[in-house]
């Protein structure tokens, strides 16, 4: 398209600001227009949380404050502070997509809302409260081709999903997995207080987010399995909240259907690294999670953590930077999904096949 895509941004915590900064790191940035905020928070505290980042550092390109909007490197960007859907004149701001980064809406009722009040496509980052709230749950580089321009609603899933879900459909096709059990080892939340407090349902929640390693709930197992359904039932995951402000990793144990071998798993891992170099990394040399801060793959395999016990049992690890790399996959999506609304449909290549020349 010769013309700008015009986004907007519904919700501007640790994703939508680390979307911001991502476009504008992006040779898509070009391509892409932030016309529009929609954020709570003042504009004061917006515009110093754009600028200065303690986890990804301060912002490449300059910031400033303008009447009712903030002003990158040059380009206006209209803020709203609404607190609903309906408040905000998205018609009138002629976007062409919205990046939902709240996180406050879920179900197809609730997104319907964004529809009706002017928002002509919705791309979430969350999964959504299920797979029949959305039009269509993208992780890159498994089912993103499956898109056809016609949707509305589509989620791009939450970073596990992104890390796991194509290391595990590599392992699927290349050896069988017939268990896997996921335990992810997640940096710190904003739904977590700094010392202990009244603060969620949850109890393990409401202790201090960096005293404590602290067990909660997650939805990967189903996560996974709304994208690779053929791994149903197959599928457990836990989680553990780790007192570090960035990067996570997924300890992955798996049975295999064949007999496998160590340098057989890093060897299908370092291949797809080669071939999608821009969603996959490996690496095999001593690494501590600090190393994938600021990085913007899915997920990187770490080589030298791969374990087998008898023939058929094995154990990986899978880093990711839980913000930038979803963010980054956030704008992979929003560039899929902008280019097909130029083009004509095409009937979409399965992911089965996409996987195999992997």
């Given at each position: 398209m010769n013309t700008q895509i015009?986004?907007?941004?519904?919700?501007?915590?640790?994703?939508?600001?680390?979307?911001l900064r991502a476009l504008y790191e992006s040779p898509s940035?070009?391509?892409?227009?932030?016309?529009?905020?929609?954020e709570p928070a003042d504009l004061d505290t917006m515009a110093y949380l754009t600028r200065f980042d303690s986890t990804h550092g301060v912002f490449h390109g300059k910031v400033e404050q303008g009447e009712n909007c903030l002003r990158v490197d040059g380009h206006d960007i209209a803020v709203t502070h609404a607190g609903t859907p309906e408040e905000v004149d998205w018609q009138g701001l002629g976007i062409d997509l919205l990046i939902e980064c709240s996180g406050q809406y879920g179900t197809r009722e609730q997104l319907?809302?964004?529809?009706?009040?002017?928002?002509?496509?919705?791309?979430l980052s969350h999964p959504g409260a299920s797979a029949a709230d959305v039009d269509a749950t993208v992780v890159y580089g498994i089912n993103h081709q499956n898109l056809t321009g016609t949707e509305r609603l589509v989620s791009n899933a939450s970073c596990t999903t992104n890390a796991i879900v194509p290391v595990l459909d590599l392992l699927h096709q290349a050896f069988g997995v017939e268990q896997a059990f996921?335990?992810?080892l997640h940096s710190v939340m904003n739904d977590q207080p700094l010392i202990d407090g009244y603060h969620h349902s949850d109890l393990r929640?409401?202790?201090?987010?960096?005293?404590?390693?602290?067990?909660?709930?997650?939805?990967?197992?189903?996560?996974?399995e709304r994208l690779l359904p053929e791994l149903a039932g197959r599928i457990q995951a836990k989680a553990i909240r780790v007192p570090t402000l960035n990067v996570s990793a997924i300890d992955l144990m798996f049975q295999t259907r064949d007999d496998v071998r160590a340098e057989d798993i890093n060897a299908l891992m370092r291949n797809a690294a080669e071939h999608a170099p821009e969603y996959i990394a490996y690496s095999d040399q001593p690494h501590a999670s600090i190393d994938f801060n600021h990085d913007p793959h899915s997920a990187i395999i770490d080589g030298s953590q791969t374990r087998l016990?008898?023939?058929?049992?094995?154990?990986?690890?899978?880093?990711?930077?839980?913000?930038?790399?979803?963010?980054?996959?956030?704008?992979?999506?929003a560039n899929i999904w902008s280019?097909?609304?130029?083009?004509?449909?095409?009937?979409?290549?399965?992911?089965?096949?996409?996987?195999e020349s992997v």
């Open positions: 015009r986004l907007a941004i519904n919700g501007y915590g640790r994703i939508g600001r680390c979307f940035k070009d391509r892409f227009r932030i016309v529009a905020i929609n319907q809302r964004f529809i009706s009040a002017g928002v002509p496509r919705l791309l996921l335990t992810t929640r409401t202790r201090s987010a960096m005293q404590s390693f602290v067990p909660v709930a997650t939805g990967l197992a189903k996560g996974v016990c008898g023939r058929r049992m094995a154990n990986t690890l899978v880093w990711f930077d839980n913000e930038w790399g979803f963010a980054n996959r956030l704008l992979d999506v280019d097909l609304l130029a083009k004509p449909h095409i009937a979409p290549t399965s992911r089965r096949h996409e996987s």
